[in-house]
């Protein structure tokens, strides 16, 4: 059964309207997604490679999680379940601190168009052992602890999705030299 979606207006308010996920990119509806950072104590950020089958951005590097908001959720409900889902990491919502919301429009590709509205959290872990990590294939292809160092130089030089404002807060206030 195909997710389904709330429909947003422009500014971010529900309409009422509950479509398929299917529907919200060949319509170009606004709708919510969540983008989560998870950085541990030793100030390392998780990345994905998302999976060379996705509809959009396959096989690109990305933030360590992010996904669709599903219909009559919050959207730290769906981080929460996003993060358990693609890297299999159990976290809480006093585990998530609310950075921003941000607007991104895009076509990438014929009949097919992104309206989102991105929340912004980034999840603090004590530690994040890659050796537990559980990688949903239809989502994930691979996962990787980076470092500031190398997030800035994988930011500027890696075949990474498009989310500039996202990585310049990460480098900017959440990544310490």
Known sequence: MEEMIDVLDE?????????TRKEVHKNGLWHRIIVVAIID????????????????????????????????????EAAIREVEEEVGIHICKENLQYVFT???????????IVKHIHDFYVAKV????????????????????VNREEFQYMVEHENMVKRDDIYEAILKDWLKN
């Open 41 to 76: 104590n030793n100030n390392q950020i998780l990345m994905q490679q998302r999976s060379y089958t996705k509809d959009t951005n396959p096989g690109k590097w990305d933030i360590s999680v992010a996904g669709h908001v599903s219909a009559g959720q919050t959207s730290v």
């Open 126 to 145: 004590d530690k994040i052992d890659m050796e537990q990590i559980t990688l949903q294939e239809s989502e994930v292809e691979s996962a990787k602890l």
């Open 102 to 112: 941000c607007k991104h429009e895009s076509r990438p590709k014929e009949n097919y």
């Open 11 to 19: 500014n971010g308010v529900k309409t009422g309207e509950v479509v």
